[in-house]
Nanobody, 120 residues
C-alpha cells in the first residue's frame, strides 16, 4: 500500500524556519519524482516545490523561491522541505505527493498533510 506521511509542521514566528518531512512507503521511492503542495484557508491548492527522482531537477513557486528548498534522501525513502524566512502568508496545510513517473509533474498519491502556522 502506497503511503505518504508528513511531519514537522507547527507554529513558528515570522522569519523563522521549519523543516517538513515526508516518509514514503509501499513503492520504490527512488524511482519517482515528488512534490510539495499547500492549501491555505479559503484558497486553492498551490504547488510549492517539485523534485525529480534523483534530485537533479528542482522547481519552486515564485512565492517561495529563494526561501524554500526541497531535498530527498532516497536511502531513507524520505522527502524534505526546508522553509526559511517564513511569512504569515505561508500559513497552510502542507502536503507531499508522489508523481506518476521519474520526472512527471502529474501526481497520483497524496499525504494527509501537516499544518504550518506562521504568527507572532
Amino acid at each position: 500500500q502506497v503511503q505518504l506521511v508528513e511531519s514537522g509542521g507547527g507554529l513558528v514566528p515570522p522569519w523563522g524556519s521549519l523543516r517538513l518531512s515526508c516518509a514514503a512507503s509501499g513503492f520504490q521511492f527512488r524511482l519517482y519524482a515528488m512534490s510539495w503542495y499547500r492549501k491555505a484557508p479559503g484558497q486553492g491548492r498551490e504547488s510549492v516545490a517539485f523534485i525529480s527522482w534523483t534530485g537533479g531537477i528542482e522547481a519552486y513557486a515564485d512565492t517561495v523561491k529563494g526561501r524554500f528548498t526541497s531535498t530527498r534522501d532516497n536511502a531513507k525513502n524520505t522527502l524534505y522541505l526546508q522553509m526559511n524566512s517564513l511569512k504569515p502568508e505561508d500559513t497552510a496545510e502542507y502536503y507531499c505527493a508522489k508523481s506518476y513517473a521519474a520526472t512527471s509533474r502529474d501526481m497520483d498519491v497524496w499525504g494527509k498533510g501537516t499544518l504550518v502556522a506562521v504568527s507572532s
